[in-house]
């Protein structure tokens, strides 16, 4: 009888969206770089199709909108755990009415959708660490209190514990889950310090797998039927150091995307879907 | 389709309420229990929860009826032994009560409730109560019932104390069956919330496990609606819960427990305690007690956790609850954190929860409870059993499964059966129960004194084993602690020796009647037999010198007290506090050693407006008033002048005392209020210093000062309302306290006192030293390295001491007899003649020691004084130690310090890990200032003794007497 919490990594939805032509200009960025938005849209053609092809996952795929330039980092929007979906309330105001086409899938799914009312509270997706026994939120710029504690009060069989996000965008800019029990974490210092202050909240024990660039930490896990543990990670011409690492990881197949167009708008391998496992109640 | 199953199937409404044989107060249990249970819920989940005034009375009405039966009671007329009904709300909802007689501890009671339960491994429940404030208490195994429910009925309730973390471990099922009720307690009053998933997951089960198979002919559509499985029961939850339980067909109920429990422990409240309390910031948060430690939420949010290895010492100050936490990733020092409860016996109950849960999930046994005869203090500790204990224990469980009936407990429409029918059909024999129980039960309590414990994580048993591999095997469980077993705890209450007093020593005033004291005091703890007659005399002029002391030491008290506000108001510690152990009043000690007093403004005796009246609503007035009789009668006053004087000074006393206390209180909070404590803060300047004292030893706990000068340092929230542990400044200069903070430590044996409360056990600490040492060795890692790396629990890492510290304790340790460390004493007062350092002692003993655990750690570097120097050193044959050319693997090192004012006791304590063998090394530095007339050589024996005393399974292997005699009085640089 699977019981709850069984099945970490287990999905057979993906929601992603596509890219909008004002992505280029005018998506949020912590840097000034000039996205190729071609480039940008073939990489998340890849990204999809090795979700729906290598992996075997149904894609929902929402169409682009155009005044929503950041729209593609469908992460931010929801956050699904078991049969709930909570629909969060973006830190950046201009990305608040992603939530709408999110919501309509979400729904179409037959989730129990939970939105984030609250004109207070904050939270992004990309902040939010589920690792299969309890959830992380960083405290960031995009993500406060009080939209923590909305998720904590979605998703009650498990624990919420806040976690300051001192450098980058999100929590998950520098770490992730690479299967169960293990996090994937960045070697720089404040990624370290937001690990050390996870351990120390957890009642549970997670081993670590560290990577010299914090970006290649985001990675997407899934363990799929026939396939076992899945790691979708950064490609060698981005971070060939990280690369080497995941590869002395033995019982994972190994599936590089490359990320090379959408890093420069802060986007990760995580923030382009949002996945969901739909059978696995009733 | 099991036989158990389709009994309940069958049983369906009539049968739904199983009633003891006995079928006593089954008329009122009938209407009363459901209602009972849905009462108590909410009240449960806080401490905020106003008093119901609804049970209130109800619980009066039983408790009259059980009176009235207690005069029936023909069977003890002669005796006159009073029999009380103790009626006890079972886990399934049903009342049973048993006669217990009045005197009777929570022991006997509990046994008698799980005998009826048939329920043997039953360390994991215990017997709770309300209190006057309707809040939930443990009944207290080791103390008398009448000592606990000292007002109210004797109503109670069966519950689980300690949730086993892994119910599966549990041996018998009929305990699962127990751990199951409450939590679907828990569940359906909202203390244990789920997501809605989570119900209907655990709702199929309570059902399968209620009513087995799902059968639509006989069952209907609707027959879970009668089961109540979450707080808000809707048909939607219904149906999925029926859904699922059509799955389950042949499925056994305890199987369906096991899923049950299964399920439930992965939620992350599981067995979490909470009790509202407020951080530094007055921000509301919620500390919750479990198997791991304590955890701090705010709102939902878990905003920080603190596993029991994290912690070094838990206390309550009146409703402060405090936690010493080793130093961690972010901290160079021990932090203390604070947090305010709702009123002093919020803080107390919370204290005890930590304590208990501590020891039963961290600690292979129960600590013996502190032995301290200078102590005031809880001398409470958990005295049940631990949960290695007890899975060692039903491990020999050796009994056929026990029938028994699960009733159905949760109905919406509570129908009883007067059938009668016991609970338990297969009741195996009571005797036969007792004697397996009984046997392994007093091994136990032996074993609490004797055994010494390996050291186990009762989180992870792979860490379990991860430890035990790593650490040298510590040898086996035989090594007797220093606790005498022959030596009861109550013995001591009545020990002469407790009469002692623990003063405040004052650096300045005569040091010679306080050295003659002290003298005395060790000279009496050094004779052989601790027992000794002629009490009352002893006493008597014990407290005649305390009083005396006392009073000279108000006055330089109140300039120290005053010099410390102006030396800062940043600080937050409390200033001065003593304890002061009153034997005469043990009527009026209460059940954890606190002496309590009726608080005059609850008797309302007094007409209004003398209520009105602050110093008469104090707490403190009578505790107050008695002093200055006593004072003043042992000053050879008469009595009734006595009397009349004492009344108006203790008021007096008391009219300052709330400023004394706003003080305090104003000070912790010091980042905030400034502006409004400012005026108290000069108003009360000159005039608590008294207070304290008094308020100390009454309200709460004695502390030792050096600790209430730890105290505040506190949360802070920092960037997002994260909270951080801060740590003050305060930390810094508790090594180097200024001369003027007196100190009441006497001698090394008080070190003892200062952990865990005023502890002297020494079980704990040694427990708590031990996982220094056992916290598994792990070799230093590169982050480079392109491994999966066990993620090292905050726990153990924080165990290993920072590089710098470790190699500034190494370098002392090898200068054993320098005579830069000799001087480090501030605290040598100006006038002193002479510095004799009379014992430096060298202890080995592999892996296991008793250690005290300090307030202080200190090791600075101090000016060099001019001296002539003396040395003589005594060295065991074995001194494998010293001159040990491996030094081994530094595991930790710590250095306590603890000073009167001609005695400076330093102890370091070291353990390594040297080819596989942990060994543990504790010097202890005695430096005793002062006048010639101090006898040397009976100072060493008496400080060996007290070394030896302290640490019996410790050999002394090296004594170094050295002896100075300085040469200029003032002290100066070298």
Not at chain 1, 256 to 280: F, Q
Not at chain 2, 118 to 137: A, C, H, P, S
Not at chain 2, 807 to 826: A, I, M, N, P, R
Not at chain 2, 895 to 910: L, V
């Amino acid at each position: 009888m699977a019981g709850l919490m069984a099945g970490f990594g287990q999905y057979t939805h993906a929601v992603v969206r596509g890219i909008p032509a004002s992505l280029a200009q005018e998506a949020l960025r912590s840097s000034q770089a000039e996205v190729d938005l071609d480039a940008a849209r073939r990489e998340h053609d890849a990204y999809a199709e090795v979700l729906r092809t290598r992996l075997g996952l149904e894609v929902v795929e929402l169409p682009a909108d155009e005044t929503l330039p950041d729209c593609v980092f469908v992460e931010d929007v929801a956050v699904v755990c078991g049969e709930t979906a909570l629909i969060t309330r973006p830190g950046a105001e201009s990305r608040r009415r992603e939530t709408e086409a999110m919501k309509e899938a979400l729904k179409d799914l037959n989730l129990n959708i939970v939105e984030m009312t609250d004109e207070n509270a904050t939270l992004d997706g990309g902040d939010v660490l589920f690792t299969g026994r309890e959830f992380f939120v960083g405290l960031s710029k995009r993500t406060n209190q009080r939209g923590a504690e909305i998720l904590a009060d979605a998703f009650k069989d498990y624990a919420v514990s806040t976690v300051p996000v001192f450098e980058g965008l999100h929590l998950k800019s520098f770490c992730s889950m690479g299967g169960p029990g293990l996090i994937i974490i960045g070697s720089s210092e404040p990624a370290q310090k937001a690990l050390k202050i996870m351990q120390q909240m957890s009642d549970h024990r997670y081993d670590k797998l560290t990577v010299p660039d914090d970006l290649a930490a985001n990675c997407v896990y899934m363990n799929l039927p026939n396939k076992g543990h899945v790691l979708v990670h950064c490609t060698v011409e981005e971070f060939p150091e990280s690369v080497k690492v995941f590869e002395k990881l033995k019982d994972h197949m190994l599936i590089p995307v490359s990320n090379l167009e959408k890093v420069k708008v802060d986007g990760a391998l995580t923030c382009c879907s949002v996945l969901i496992n739909k059978k696995a109640n009733m | 389709m099991t036989t158990e199953s389709g009994a309940d199937s069958e049983a369906k409404q009539p049968q739904e309420k199983k009633e003891t044989g006995k079928g006593k107060a089954k008329a009122a249990a009938e209407p009363t229990s459901p209602k009972n249970q849905q009462e108590q819920l909410p009240a449960a989940v806080g401490h905020s929860t106003p008093v119901r005034k609804e049970q209130q009375e109800e619980d009066q009405e039983s408790h009259r009826s059980s009176t009235s039966r207690l005069t029936k009671s023909p069977l003890r007329g002669v005796k006159k032994v009073k029999i009380m009904q103790c009626k006890v709300t079972l886990l399934d909802g049903s009342d049973f009560t048993v006669s217990v007689e009045k005197r009777a501890t929570g022991q006997v009671f509990f046994d008698k409730v799980s005998d009826h339960l048939n329920l043997l491994e039953k360390d994991y429940f215990g017997i709770t109560y309300r209190d006057v404030e309707n809040q939930k208490n443990w009944l207290d195994p080791t103390k008398e019932l009448k000592k606990q429910i000292r007002t109210g009925p004797w109503n109670f309730a069966f519950n689980v104390k300690f949730y086993p973390p892994d119910p599966s471990q549990l041996t018998e099922d009929i305990t699962r069956y127990y751990l199951c009720l409450q939590l679907r307690d828990d569940i359906v009053s909202g203390r244990l919330p789920c997501s809605f998933a989570t119900h209907t997951l655990l709702g199929s089960y309570t059902v399968q496990s209620e009513l087995g198979d799902y059968d639509p002919e006989e069952m209907g559509s609707d027959y879970v609606s009668e089961l109540r499985l979450a707080p808000n029961q809707t048909k939607e939850l219904e149906e999925k819960v029926m859904e699922l339980h059509k799955t389950y067909k042949g499925m056994t109920p305890a199987e369906a427990e096991m899923h049950f429990l299964e399920n439930a422990k992965k939620l992350s409240m599981y067995g979490v305690d909470l009790h509202h309390a407020k951080d530094s910031e007055s921000v509301e948060i919620m500390l919750g007690v479990c198997a791991s430690g304590l955890l701090i939420y705010r709102d939902r949010l878990r905003i920080n956790r603190f596993a029991w290895p994290k912690i070094l010492k838990i206390s309550y100050k009146r409703n402060n609850f405090y936690i010493k936490i080793r130093p961690g990733e972010f901290e160079q020092f021990e932090s203390t954190i604070g947090f305010k409860l709702p009123n002093h016996r919020a803080a107390k109950r919370l204290w005890k929860v930590c304590v208990e849960h501590h020891t039963f999930f961290r600690l292979v046994s129960p600590e013996a409870p502190p032995k301290k005869f200078l102590s005031l203090g809880s001398k409470f500790r958990y005295s049940g059993r631990t949960q290695a204990q007890t899975r060692r224990a039903s491990a020999q469980i050796a009994r056929p499964a026990p029938f028994f009936k699960r009733s159905s407990s949760k109905r919406y429409n509570m129908s009883l059966s007067l059938d009668g029918a016991p609970i338990m059909e297969n009741h195996e024999t009571p005797a036969k129960d007792g004697s397996i129980d009984g046997a392994a039960k007093v091994i136990a309590k032996e074993d609490i004194i004797t055994t010494v414990t390996t050291e186990r994580m009762a989180e992870e048993e792979k860490a379990e084993q991860e430890d035990v591999q790593k650490e040298t095997p510590e040898p086996a469980p035989s090594t007797p602690l220093r606790h005498d077993t022959k030596r009861s705890p109550r013995l001591y209450t009545h020990d002469p020796l407790r009469s002692e007093l623990s003063l405040p020593s004052s650096p300045i005033s005569s040091n010679k009647v306080r050295r003659r004291r002290r003298e005395s005091a060790r000279k009496r703890a050094s004779s052989v037999s601790p027992v000794k007659s002629g009490t009352g005399c002893r006493r008597r002029q014990a407290r005649a010198d305390h009083k005396a002391a006392l009073l000279k030491e108000q006055a330089l008290l109140l300039s120290a007290r005053r010099q410390r506000l102006e030396q800062g108001k940043r600080h937050g510690g409390t200033l001065f506090s003593f304890s002061l152990h009153l034997p005469d009043l043990s009527s009026i000690l209460d059940e954890d050693g606190y002496i309590t007093f009726p608080d005059l403004s609850e008797m309302r005796l007094l007409p209004e407006c003398a209520q009105n009246f602050l110093p008469i609503k104090s707490p403190s007035l009578i505790p107050c008033f008695l002093f200055i009789f006593f004072f003043l009668l042992s000053t050879s006053f008469s009595v009734p002048y006595a009397l009349t004087l004492s009344f108006p000074l203790a008021l007096c006393l008391c009219y300052l005392e709330p400023k004394a206390a706003s003080l305090t209180a104003s000070i912790a909070q010091s980042y905030h209020d400034h502006d409004s404590s400012e005026e108290e803060e000069t108003d009360s300047e000159h005039t608590d210093f008294a207070f304290d004292g008094e308020m100390t030893a009454t309200e709460s706990e004695a502390d030792d000062d050096s600790e209430m000068r730890t105290q505040y340092s506190f949360i802070r929230r920092v960037k997002g309302e994260n909270v951080f542990i801060r740590h003050s400044n305060l930390m810094l200069e508790d090594t180097e306290p200024p001369p003027e903070v007196v100190k009441h430590q006497t001698n090394v044996s008080e070190l003892k006192r200062s952990f865990l409360e005023t502890t002297s056990g020494g079980g704990m600490l040694g427990e708590w030293e031990k996982r220094l040492s056992s916290s598994p060795l792990r070799s230093p890692r590169g982050d480079e390295a392109p491994m999966i790396e066990p993620l090292e629990p905050q726990d153990t890492k924080d165990e290993q001491p920072a590089g710098d510290e470790t190699k500034e304790e190494v370098g002392l340790k090898g200068t054993v007899s320098t005579l830069g460390w000799v001087s480090s004493s501030q605290k040598v007062s100006a006038d002193q003649e002479e510095k004799a350092p009379v014992a430096t002692e060298t202890e080995t003993a592999p892996a296991k020691q008793m250690s005290p655990d300090g307030a202080e750690v200190a090791a600075k570097d101090m000016p060099v004084v001019h001296t002539e120097t003396k040395t003589i050193t005594y060295e065991a044959a074995e001194v494998d130690t010293n001159g040990d050319t491996d030094p081994g693997v530094l595991l930790s090192a710590q250095t306590i310090t603890s000073e009167t004012t001609s005695t400076t006791t330093t102890t370091h304590i070291t353990k390594t890990v040297k080819g596989g063998i942990s060994e543990t090394r504790i010097e202890k530095r005695i430096v005793i200032t002062g006048d010639t007339d101090i006898d040397h050589d009976e100072a060493l024996a008496q400080a060996i003794k007290e070394a030896k005393e302290q640490h019996p399974d410790m050999s002394v292997t090296k004594v170094v007497v050295h002896k100075e005699t300085e040469i200029t009085p003032e002290e100066g640089e070298d």
